[in-house]
């Protein structure tokens, strides 16, 4: 048999491989579902604690905080998404296939990354409408 055939179950076998290795990389862990959790609620004790001590005014500033934090992680939220089509684009060479997937283990962990951040945004905008409905009464 010659050795420079190429034996395209071979080929498919590295594809699924691929895939796999992609898949397995971008789906959320527990211990990621604990990050969205504790990364909003030490936020929301920190902007409690500089609203309440820091702030010697009658007005409360916790709300602005809180809003403030959550428009912050939607911009970053937003910034790696972009930075995620721009290098996917890259790799492609073509600016149209910015939107699909490379299917790298790399590109996984970017793609859970994005999903954490996206996840804290949801979870800070919740606190952020629940906090100014509180002060509103």
Excluded: H
Excluded at 23 to 45: A, C, G, R
Excluded at 74 to 100: C, E, F, P
Aim: charged share 20%; hydrophobic share 45%; net charge positive.
């Amino acid at each position: 048999m010659d050795k420079n055939k190429f034996n395209s179950s071979d080929i498919n076998d590295k594809e699924i491989i691929k895939q796999a290795k992609y898949k397995s990389s971008k789906k959320l862990m527990w211990y990621d579902y604990l990050i969205v959790l504790f990364i909003p609620l030490v936020y929301v004790l920190i902007t409690y604690f500089i609203a309440k001590f820091a702030m010697s005014n009658d007005k409360n500033y916790w709300e602005y905080f809180i809003t403030l934090g959550f428009a912050i992680s939607l911009i970053v939220s937003i910034a790696t998404g972009w930075l995620r089509n721009k290098q996917t684009a890259s790799y492609y060479n073509n600016k149209t296939k910015r939107y699909d997937s490379t299917f790298s283990e790399d590109e996984g962990i970017r793609r859970r990354i994005n999903k954490i951040l996206w996840l804290i945004t949801l979870v800070l905008l919740i606190c952020s409408i629940i906090f100014w409905i509180i002060s509103l009464v």
